[in-house]
């Protein structure tokens, strides 16, 4: 590893660390560094921020070239052959020992007040190991900005805004492309694991052990970077390196995916005006449990369980929520009758041999005015229809004709489902995905038939339904 080094007889006690991954082109690298410098005068931190350059993927000079730019002295770090990313933030581990450091990816341009605002968040929560802003490009539907940006321009609009949020959120696992860490508290939780090739399987081996150890992960809506590139090329470029990671991790933690992003769309449908109410709140199919953390840090006074098939899922999520394992059709679980305010399904519905019959089950355990959460896959979406009309029913990994679907839902079967086991739909919303042109002329030659069916029910991808305990249909309880 080639190393050069800010000079340290400058360093300071409250001194931070910037390290920047050199991504994308030399235009790229300098944009982002042009916004480092300036926003960080703006904050007034030009003098406190030691500022390195990393290049994991082109050779020394191109490192050098940039460094060389902006006007101020700036380390760099090389790769040589053979190094992997876990071996690099371990050195970086070295250099900002007993510092703050903000690791940034190039395609990620700095805002006003964006540094500082993280900082003050890490100096007010002392056992928060990372915090990160929002960003148009995170995956994460929780640390996108509220309102789209769409330029950097508008990136740096929202920043100086007055109206902008300040709210400070608790996350199942860090992004790398810009995140603000402690040195000391990631140290003490072991560093970083050395076998993991990129980034992101690093970070989210990390991100474990940091729930695990009980150390904090934040997000903070008052800070905000812009992401260059397009988001579906970094969700991509995130795909393809997590791949080269999964033997690790399944080694690790015996699983070979993760779903570590809440599903928002299922906690946006309990409609509680009151986020600090009191409830127990049940999901069965929790997996990871990112869900109920999502749903967590919206209602903090909320006591969520999960339950779960698979072992090695409920390893990892006992330790930030009530986790347990087992199969909800062998119908043992551990509640007391009427006790539950709320109970989700997931995509969980369709996997069951009975979803009748699991849903009368699950009646016994809500209160009188409990209620049911579910997502579920529309069969009649259009693409399937057209599937269809060309001969072919063709099931998939995932998606709509997940090969692991029992059960086969359209608007009309679900309401019948709720209805047959004492629910009373309150509210159904959908799901929309890109449809193509050909699709969307066989929507429309479709209305033209007098089928009695709405435009809406070609178009739903997926169905979100909240359907509340009929108290006067006490069958099968």
Known sequence: MITKHVEKETLKDDDIFLFLVASGSEQTVSACLESVFLNLQFDGLQD????????????????????????????????????????????????????????????????????????????????????NPLSNAFLSVERKPKKDVNSYEEALSSAMSKDRGEDVHHVMNAEAGAVLCNSILIQKTGGFDERFEHITGAFLDFSFRCQIAGRKLLSTDGALVYGIAEEVQIREAHIEIYKEDLAVLKDKWGMHYFNIYGNANLVDMME?????????????????????????????????????????????????????????????????????????????????????KTLRYIRRFLKPDGKVIASIPNVMHISVVLQLLHGDFTYTEIGLLDKTHIHLFTYNEIIKMLEQTGFRPRNIRHTLVSITDEQLKLMDTLMKLDTGVSRYMYEAFQYLVLAENSAEDQSGI
Not at 124 to 129: E, M
Not at 278 to 285: A, D, N, P, Q, S
Not at 316 to 339: Q, R
């Open 272 to 356: 509680e005006a009151d986020h600090t109410r009191e409830m127990k709140v049940l999901e069965i199919g929790c997996d990871l449990g990112a869900t109920l953390f999502l749903l967590r840090d919206r209602y903090p006074n909320a006591d969520v369980y999960g339950y779960e098939l698979n072992e090695n899922a409920v390893a990892i999520a006992k330790h930030y929520i009530h986790a347990e394992v087992g199969n909800i059709e062998k119908e043992e679980l551990p509640f007391s009758a009427g006790s539950l305010d709320y109970v989700i399904f997931g995509d969980v519905l369709e996997h069951l041999h009975d979803p009748y």
């Open 48 to 131: 406190g921020v030691k500022v390195y350059l990393i290049d994991p993927d082109r050779s020394a000079e191109s490192v050098l070239k940039a460094a060389g730019d902006g006007g101020r002295e700036t380390g760099y770090i090389c790769l040589e052959e053979g190094e992997t990313i876990g071996s690099v933030m371990n050195r970086i581990l070295e250099i900002a020992a007993g510092h703050m450091f903000f690791l940034l990816d190039a395609r990620m341009l700095l805002t006003p007040g964006c540094l500082k605002t993280m900082i003050d968040v890490m100096e007010k929560n002392q056992d928060a190991a990372m915090v």
